[in-house]
């Protein structure tokens, strides 16, 4: 392709720097120039977007999103994944790692290989980076909506859909006090692949463990995991308050308002900076659909008023979206545009180690843009210098 695509911004976050007024100019889904003002000089061909009454970020990275607008990651059909990129793009994310969850190796193995069909595709919405494998590894204690008799420690004969799929797993949250764990670090780090603490209560040993063995980040912080408790006259942290100050973990947090108040998403914040804490949606299918009873992965949940809680009384994912948690950050946790941008961009590009390439408005990196209004509300969405319009 040889048109540009130039975008004249009215306020340009990168998403760390902030100008007033400038412009942006991409060719062939990369970004060839940030410049001042917009003294744009597009040729015939060229397609220019005026954005001088708008906000110009790179598009929103969600590391950890099951499902939308109907869809979920399980389904393991093409429609599925490509419906789920779509009404996410919708929402101003440009890349995703659609999560499985806790199932038979069968039903992984499927979810997988349509991720990995998907990875291959051109884009239909958002990027689809590769899978973010959620369970089945997970402390049954700690299960959250995981269904309970598919929870399970690493048994490596049932589990060659590892291996199998080794390309298309980015990322896989674990409990590393399960038998076989640690090891299983290992060779995941080994591959490549990010390895995430979560559904989890380690001892203070095994977590060190954890993280010499390679692991590295945190799943929905404080969400289906150990906290601070008294054991008789003392207390004893738990993986919560670990992370918070271990700089060797960055964490994610379900910024929803439902999963965590915003005075903790604000303390957890001020622990790591926004460097180091991702938004993530944890979404299921039910995210932009009305209220109503909807399957998660072998399990039902009821989703009423922005909840979804299943049967046992717990939080089934969030029916969030990262536009969502952009605004939930400024106006609910009080963080800075600048802050709550990178949480939704660069930060989840580092933490997935894309950053080299996504996650920020600079020169050689992709084309991937939100435009917001002023209330925060997604104009458009531009995955690889395209603009997503509605199928
Ligand atoms: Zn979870």
């Known amino acids: 392709m040889k048109e540009r695509l130039w975008i004249r911004a009215g306020k340009l976050y990168t998403p760390r720097c902030v100008y007033d007024g400038a412009t942006v100019v991409a060719r062939a889904g990369l970004i060839q120039g940030v410049l001042p003002g917009d003294q744009a000089a597009p040729a ?4 220019v977007i005026d954005a001088r009454e708008h906000i110009v970020a790179p598009g929103l990275i969600d590391i950890h999103v099951h499902g939308g607008g109907g869809h979920d990651t399980m389904d393991a059909t093409p429609e599925a994944l490509d419906g789920l990129a779509a009404f996410h793009a919708r929402h101003g994310t440009t890349a995703l790692l659609p999560s499985t969850v806790a199932a038979s190796p069968e039903e992984v193995h499927r979810a997988l290989e349509a991720v990995e069909e998907a990875m291959a595709r051109p884009p239909a919405g958002a990027r ?51 038998p076989g764990a640690l090891e299983l670090i290992r060779d995941m780090r080994a591959g490549g692949v990010l390895v995430s603490l979560g559904h989890s209560a380690p001892s203070e040993d095994v977590l060190q463990q954890a993280l010499m063995a390679g692991a590295s980040h945190v799943t929905h912080l404080f969400n289906a995991m150990s906290t601070l408790e008294k054991m008789g006259p003392l207390r004893r942290v738990g993986l919560a308050e670990y992370a918070l100050v271990c700089d060797g973990l960055t964490v994610e947090v379900i910024g929803d308002g439902l999963h965590l108040p915003f005075a903790l998403v604000q303390l957890i914040v001020r622990a790591k900076g926004a460097s180091q804490v991702a938004l993530v949606t944890d979404a299921m299918r039910a995210a932009g659909l009305p209220d109503g009873r909807y399957q998660l992965g072998g399990m039902a949940a009821t989703v009423r008023g922005g909840m979804a809680v299943t049967d046992e009384g717990g939080l089934a994912g969030s029916v969030a979206t990262m536009d969502q948690l952009v605004r939930n950050a400024v106006a609910g946790v009080g963080l800075p545009l600048a802050q709550a941008l990178e949480m939704a961009t660069l930060t989840p590009a580092r933490i997935l180690g894309i950053a080299a390439r996504q996650g920020e408005i600079a020169v050689g990196k992709a084309a991937d843009f939100v435009i917001l209004d002023r209330a925060l509300r997604v104009v458009e969405t531009i995955v690889d210098g395209n603009v997503m319009r509605d199928a």
């Open 44 to 47: 015939a061909g060229d397609v």
């Open 128 to 178: 689809v980076l590769g899978a973010h494998v959620e369970g089945p590894f997970l402390n049954p204690a700690r299960r959250g909506a995981h269904v309970e008799r598919q929870v399970r420690s690493p048994d490596r004969a049932r589990d060659d859909w590892l291996t199998r799929h080794q390309a298309a797993i980015r990322r896989i949250t674990l409990a590393p006090e399960l």
